[in-house]
């Protein structure tokens, strides 16, 4: 099993910037794309951003304000995905979710975390 853990979400103004963290624990061995999705208020989830066998990959509307990033502890026991967003705008308002996608022994699962909510607001 894999488990999500976000952090970092909050209130920032228009043109702010935030950092979202994600914490991977458990199978990491069998874990393939990760990344950040949002879901706002009567709106379909979308990708934000993924990274992808070391090719990463933007929604248009985030391209060049918002940056993804992973580390991975040595012992590969865990794993980080960090959500850099900056110039944040209030249509970036949204309830922000981390995905990881399983692969091997958890090929055809997903992994969601509780989400954090970012709100853009003046």
């Known amino acids: 099993q894999v488990q999500l853990v976000e952090s970092g979400g909050g209130l920032v103004q228009p043109g702010g910037s935030l950092r979202l963290s994600c914490l991977a624990s458990?199978?990491?061995?069998?874990?393939?794309?990760v990344g950040w999705y949002r879901q706002a208020p009567g709106k379909e989830r979308e990708l934000v951003a993924r990274i992808t066998d070391g090719v990463i990959r933007y929604a248009d509307s985030v391209l060049g304000r918002f940056t993804i990033s992973r580390d991975i502890a040595e012992d590969g026991a865990k794993s980080t995905v960090n959500l850099q967003m900056r110039d944040l705008k209030p249509e970036d308002a949204a309830l922000y979710y981390c995905h990881a996608s399983g692969i091997r022994r958890l090929r055809g699962r997903d992994f969601w975390g509780q989400g954090t909510q970012v709100t853009v607001s003046s």
């Open positions: 458990g199978s990491m061995v069998n874990i393939g794309a």
